[in-house]
Each structure stands twice: as C-alpha cells, then as structure tokens.
C-alpha cells in the first residue's frame, strides 16, 4: 500500500541530499528524493516512504524495479564476463542484434551498432547519415559540391553530447553551447511545406545548399509533452526523403521497446502512417535499467557504410548490457507486456479524464507514454503534490504532466494513481 506522506522529508533524505549538492555537479536540480530499492512499479525511499512510480526512470524501467529475471540474468552474466572490449564479441550481444532487428522487422542484412545511451544512438546515426550524406550527388566539395545537410524538427529532443545537441531544438539547452555540428538544420514539426521548402534549397549557385542527407525526427515528442507529430505528416516525410534520396531516422529512444503498444511506434500505422525507417534509434527502456542504446541501420546497404574505424566506444555492446536487455525483452514478451502497455494506457487515459477533477482538460499519447493537459502551468506544484501523497509523475511542460509507468504495471496499480490524480487540488500555484 501507498501510505499517505503527512510528515515532512524524513532526516536520512535531507543528509544524503545535503551531501549530493556538495560533490555533485549541479546540473540536474536538486533531487525530488534518495530513492533506495523498488519492487514492480513501487519504490521506496531511504526513510522508507513508497512510491507508486508512474515516470520509471523516465520511461527506463520497462519491467519494474527488480524483476526476479533481469536479476538473474545480470547476475548471472556478472558472475560470468562482464565486460571484455570489442576486440572480443560475446553471444549475449550477438543475440541481442538479431533480435532488435526481428523485433523491428528490419529487412534482411539490416545491422545493429550498440552504444550506451540514447544520445549516443543518435551520434551513431548521425554520423551514418554523414557518410551517406558524402554518396549523394552534390555534395563533393573537391568538383564544387556541398556538404551534405542533416534536418531535424523544432521541439525535437535527441539527447545532450554534441552532435545530438545540435540536433536537439530547445534553445535553453542548446545555443550556450553553439556552435555546434555544421550542417543541421530545423524545420517547424508538423508543416509539410517547412520541409519542402529546406529541401527546395538544394542546388547549384551560391546560394544553393549541399542536398539533404537525413531528415532525423520522434514520432512522439517525448520531453516536448508527448506530442504525436501525426500520421500524414510522417507519410509526407518520408514521401519527400524518397523523392530527395534522403534517410529518415526515426529516433524511438522514448517511444521503443513496447512502451507505445507495438514494439516500436512506427509499427503503429495511427503514428507513421505505416512508413517504414532507414534508421532507428533506441535506448531508455531497452534493458529495463542497465544503461544501453544503439542504432539500428535498415537493410545491407546502408549498414555497410559503416566500416571498421568508422565509430565505437568502449562499453559498447558490453555482455552484462546486452544480457540485462535479453532479459528485459523475453519478460516483455513472456508476459504479454506490449499489449498491457496498450491496456494500461487505455485505462489511465480514460480513467484520468473520468476522474471529474477540473485541473485535467485532455490526456494524450499512446500506450503507456502519456500525457496529461492541465487546466492552467501548475505542473510542479501538482508533481510535489502527487510525490507528497505517493505517486511519481513527472513535470514535462509547465501545462504538462508526463506518465511513462512500467509496462507491467497492474490494473490495480493504474486505479491507484487514478485516486490520488482524482484528489489533486485544481487551485495550485503555477510553476
Ligand atoms: C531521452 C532521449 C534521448 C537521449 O537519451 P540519453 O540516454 O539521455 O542520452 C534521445 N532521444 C529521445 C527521443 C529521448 O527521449
């Protein structure tokens, strides 16, 4: 049971907090609390106040927290070889490419590169698209030509190293860092005609730019306030990366593994139109906790771009990652868990519209990466409130309130949140 938080933070959270703003960097706030160990979708702090945790780590926790078989496998590879460079390979890495690639229903001779987070998915792809970028006509700067460009879309979300940085649209986070990559360029997600018009300045001349390598996009804007972008404006990109020979990657480091209801939310024909991607970028839930990542490049071709020396990184592929994400993987499927993300979702969404409370004007998204919209910006009055009486939600826009539970999360567990949501007071302060 989810006991009810009258008292103030407890003594054993305020001294760890006290230590953590001491050593370390101050680039995250200060914590909401000093979680200690969870069981399924609950967590406990250190003065042992439960949570019913409806963010999972942002959308990392796929099967909740200690899942008696992501703790055998890890343990077990652990116990085995836990790390041994890429100059060796391992099955648990081998297996795990095959099965992303059946998973996403990638084309024969399609590749998978590991790394260990999603930005580092992203850099992987967009050094991909750069080579690609480097075949297309037009853009061999020796006989005049021009580099090769990269669009991305405003509000789009990619991660926080450099070349993802520079493909990430939030100015707060991104211009104190410019300049950043070359060549990538924004146009505004969702206007057909934005995109067709950054095509258009491909050309000859000095005012014509390089052609376009890669169109790179979510199809929920996941840290934007889960905002589907639509089915026929995805159709209609992908239409135009055909006609202009580009790639489109399709970052799902968010939307992946199950969370939207399909493996991944490209399969969902009511998010893409039923396109298919050259390239797909994963991450988050896809080793239900253990930090892993990766692109995966569609079809021979493409894969074979990248050659030895190309990229890398030293953790990359790591056994216990790949062994965490097997198991994480076989639980989703052995428990049916892709179609209780749709379930659940259902639920919540309908449930959080049928709880009456005033502050709750629409709910959103698919699966279980949702959002709610509220009646006015009081997003982290009403997360402190939540946290205060049990349920972890996440603020993601002032107006906005994030859920990404994990997937094998309980009806049961869903009427919970639902009744504390209910009793959220609709006068909160705005952030
Ligand atoms: C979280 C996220 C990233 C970055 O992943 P990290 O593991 O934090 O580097 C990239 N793209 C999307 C869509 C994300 O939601």
Redesign the pocket.
Known sequence: MVTEQTEKLGSEDSKWLGEYSQVHMNVFGTPLRVLDHGQGAHVWDVDGNEYLDFLAG??VNSIGYAHPKWVKAVSEQAAKVAHTSNYFATEPQIKLAAKLVELAGAPEGSHVYFGN??????EAAIKLAKLYGRTLPGATPSIGGKPARIIALTH??????LG?LSATWKPSIRTPFEPLVPGIEFVEAGNPMALYEAFAQTGQGHYGKGPVAAVIM?LI???AGVRPLGADYVKKVRQMCDINHALLII?????GMGRTGKWFAFQREDLSGGVTPDMV?F??GVAGGF?M?GMIAFGSKLSALFTPGSHGSTFAGNPLGAAASLATIGVIEDENLVANAEARGQQLRDGIMATGNPLFESARGRGLLDAVQLSHPCAHAVMNWALEHGLIVNAVAPDALRFAPPLNVTAQDVDQALAILARIPDDLPND
């Open positions: 942002i959308a987070s999603g930005a580092e998915g992203n789009g979300f990619h991660g926080r190293t993802a979510e804007q996941g840290e970052d799902e480091v968010q939307t970028t991450a988050k930090p990542g």
